[in-house]
């Protein structure tokens, strides 16, 4: 009966730590959903700095030039963070290359062909 009662315990553990990945599986996604939201935004506002300035045909404020890009730098950053942590919770490699989540045991990338060495 204690073992039973023992086995029931494990088996709720790591449920609970199961359900505890998802959680964060679920928050590194809506991350990238964010932060790719976000880079679309600021690319959006990259364009229209460029267009209405050859519309208008006025100087590019290049302040707000500089600016924007930096921020789409650091956002790229950030997104290939949680690409990472996405990932490592469901137990997949990121390709070096081209960022595409693999199996833990690709030798090749299946995007972009990329080999895995052996601590990869
Ligand atoms: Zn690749």
């Known amino acids: 009966m204690e073992r039973i009662i023992s086995e029931i315990k494990t088996t709720a553990g790591k449920v609970a730590k199961k359900s505890g990945e998802l959680?964060?599986?679920?928050?590194?996604?809506?991350n990238i959903a964010n932060t790719?939201?976000?880079?679309?935004?600021?690319?959006?506002?990259?364009?229209e700095?460029?267009?209405?300035?050859?519309?208008?045909?006025?100087?590019?404020?290049?302040?707000?030039l500089e600016e924007t890009?930096?921020?789409?730098?650091?956002?790229?950053?950030?997104?290939?963070?949680?690409?990472?942590i996405a990932a490592g919770l469901m137990n997949k490699k990121l390709c070096p290359d081209c960022h595409k989540a693999n199996e833990?045991?690709?030798?090749f990338c299946s995007k972009c062909g990329y080999k895995f060495t052996e601590d990869e």
């Open 23 to 30: 959680v964060e599986l679920s928050k590194a996604k809506l």
């Open 36 to 47: 790719k939201s976000s880079i679309n935004a600021n690319l959006k506002i990259l364009g």
């Open 49 to 64: 700095l460029l267009y209405f300035s050859h519309r208008d045909e006025t100087e590019i404020d290049s302040d707000k």
């Open 104 to 107: 833990s045991d690709a030798t």
């Open 69 to 84: 890009m930096e921020k789409i730098d650091e956002l790229y950053e950030k997104l290939a963070e949680y690409d990472e």
